[in-house]
């Protein structure tokens, strides 16, 4: 019996053991509901937040929200002097939230980084997965379901974590180095293809994909700040579209807000300014320089066997055309032994045959002239300029 009693006492101990690692387990669980809710709160503020994030103190998160609160209330309560058995209750509990407030919107509150936040909301939310499944394990009786669960977890949020800011540029700035390998070597090899300038190709290249990135810059960091009174104006508090009605003066102050963004005009321009010296001093050349989709340069980097094909091409629609001109015309001859006067509907179907011919000629004559000035252009003797 005393064996008995013994194992008895040793399993109900275990039993505490493993009840006291499920509550840290479902309080942490807990935790990371408040994170994710944290990150939805934050990717839901800048989905319509005008400029650049890394510098944005406009999210709030329910617990940000709280330390606010908490901040204004010890600060309230140290200003009124005296204070009664309420009040102490208070401060006891503001401070106690400030205390247990996470790292991430402590750091978010002195930088303003909502990218930041976001990225160290992850990492917390990790740091709980990896508690709980450490809990898991020192049970007694542990889950090995439970355990394989966390790991999924932990997997996947080690990939968000390591790929966030690569993520985040391509979807800020269209910076997508896969698509970029891409564009290059498609470039590449064309031109080794055609025999041309591999150097220029890449230049032409880079200057695609450098100013698809300083449009985006220029947007995030000029022109929506710039547009961020107007966001307000129209759908603040006390928004003139908050009653989903737009006025012929509510239109008017909106073209004043406008207006600013080309009153910025020598702002954007110096901005642009600052990076093509860059690109300048790296490249050679400017941003500004036409790189080569004009047809101009299209049609002067065709070899002479794709020019001998496109000619073929040209004689052949003549060709075709006239053959259904002589087509048409032998049909409008043949038809003119109906009797037209005593049949109408073939005298009007006529009509349309005679149109059909005229027409037909007009294309056949414009597809030679097009032979022609293609050739004279493949030959040097015309070149095509392009305004």
């Known amino acids: 019996m005393a064996a008995g009693a013994a194992m008895g006492a040793i399993s109900s101990i275990a039993q505490l053991h493993d009840k006291k690692l499920d509550r840290a387990i479902e309080k942490s669980k807990q935790k990371v509901q408040e994170l994710q809710l944290a990150y939805k709160t934050i990717e839901d503020s800048m989905k319509y937040a005008l400029g650049n994030q890394a510098t944005n103190s406009n999210v709030e998160t329910p617990e940000l929200k709280s330390i606010r609160e908490a901040r204004t209330t010890i600060t309230e309560l140290e200003n009124k002097g005296k204070l009664s058995l309420f009040d102490l209750q208070n401060l006891q509990e503001a401070q106690e939230i400030i205390d247990n407030t996470s790292e991430a919107t402590l750091k978010f509150e002195s930088t303003g980084n909502a990218y930041q936040y976001q990225l160290d909301l992850y990492k917390q939310q990790l740091t709980e997965v990896q508690k709980q499944k450490s809990d898991e394990q020192a049970k007694k009786k542990s889950d090995a379901s439970k355990i394989n669960d966390y790991n999924s977890q932990i997997e996947e949020l080690n990939t968000k974590i390591s790929q966030y800011w690569q993520d985040l540029a391509s979807q800020i700035y269209g910076i997508d180095l896969k698509s970029w390998a891409s564009q290059f070597g498609d470039a590449i090899y064309d031109a080794w293809q055609k025999g041309s300038d591999g150097a220029t190709a890449f230049n032409n290249t880079t200057q695609k994909v450098i100013s698809d990135v300083v449009k985006k810059m220029l947007d995030l960091n000029i ?165």
Not at 247 to 260: I, Q, R, T
Not at 279 to 292: D, F, I, P, R, V
Request: net charge negative; glycine share 6%; charged share 20%.
């Open 223 to 387: 022109i929506e700040p710039i547009l961020k009174d107007m966001q307000t104006y129209l759908f603040g508090e006390n928004g003139v579209l908050t009653d989903g009605n737009m006025s012929v003066s509510d239109l008017n102050g909106m073209m004043g807000f406008l207006a600013k963004v080309k009153d910025a005009t020598d702002t954007e321009y110096d901005y642009l300014d600052q990076i093509d010296e860059a690109y300048k001093k790296k490249y050679g050349e400017s941003l500004k320089t036409n790189t080569g989709s004009s047809s101009t340069n299209a049609i002067s980097g065709v070899s002479e066997q794709e020019a001998n094909i496109m000619a073929a091409y040209m004689d052949s629609i003549r060709q075709d055309t006239f053959n259904l001109r002589t087509m048409v015309q032998r049909m409008i001859n043949e038809g003119v032994n109906v009797h037209m006067k005593e049949n109408p509907i073939a005298q009007a179907q006529l009509q349309q045959l005679g149109l059909i011919a005229t027409n037909t000629l007009r294309n056949a004559d414009l597809v030679n002239d097009i032979k022609i000035m293609f050739n004279d252009i493949i030959q040097g003797n015309q070149k095509i300029h392009i305004a």
